[in-house]
């Protein structure tokens, strides 16, 4: 398994997704390759800060 | 996440795109955002929000709690090359600054299309600095903390 390192490769994964309009989709990191991305993980939905 | 969304914008002029993971199924991202954060945030948020069903992808980026069974607070600056720039992690009790995460986008773009390199603290605008020969030894006539 890679491990994410800052100055190494991202790695890539794929899992389900809810996008506002879209419905349920699936994500896969790698198709934003070529743009920044932001990747920011929350302890869970209906927390507080 | 609803302070990311209201800057939504900000990250949308830069060409940058957000992706929110927690260990929630996509069902109940869906519920949080009718109920909730489409009443903090006009519009809700627009970004994907990834569910991240056993902590699978948290794991690999370091920040699964396995005890708790959450994802805490880990975000991750990825390049167009796919490389991960930056990483802050903080446990779930205090939330991040995203004024900060946009400055550390603004100078890394600012790095890739100069070479120029930002001293500590830099601002958009602020002096930057050329790494190279004539600069070794000589930071201190360019550059005070």
Known sequence: MTIAR???????????????????????LSDYKGQWVVL?????????? | MAAVAARYDQFKALGVEVL???????????????EEL???????VPFPMVSDGGGRI???????????G???????IIDPDFVIR??????????????????QIKAFQHNRATGEVMPSGWLP????????????????KEWKP
């Not at chain 1, 920011?40 to 800060?49: A, E, H, K, L, M």
């Not at chain 2, 959450?70 to 991750?76: E, L």
């Not at chain 2, 930057?128 to 004539?134: E, F, Q, V």
Request: net charge negative; proline share 6%.
């Open chain 2, 70 to 76: 959450v994802d805490i607070r880990g975000r991750f």
């Open chain 2, 20 to 34: 929110s993971v927690s260990t929630d199924s996509r069902f109940v991202h869906k519920i949080w955002q009718e």
């Open chain 2, 58 to 68: 948290g794991t690999v980026y370091g920040v699964y709690d396995e005890a708790a």
């Open chain 1, 40 to 49: 920011c993980f929350y302890p869970g939905d209906f927390t507080f800060v």
């Open chain 2, 86 to 103: 930056a990483t802050e992690v903080l446990t779930p009790e205090v939330g991040r600054n995203p004024d900060e995460l946009i400055r």
């Open chain 1, 6 to 28: 800052t100055g190494k490769e991202a790695p890539d994964f794929e899992a389900t997704a809810y996008i506002q309009g879209k419905g349920f989709q699936n994500v896969k």
């Open chain 2, 125 to 140: 605008g602020e002096k930057t600095l050329k790494p190279g020969p004539a600069l070794v030894g000589k930071v201190w």
């Open chain 2, 38 to 44: 489409s009443k903090m945030v006009e519009g809700g």
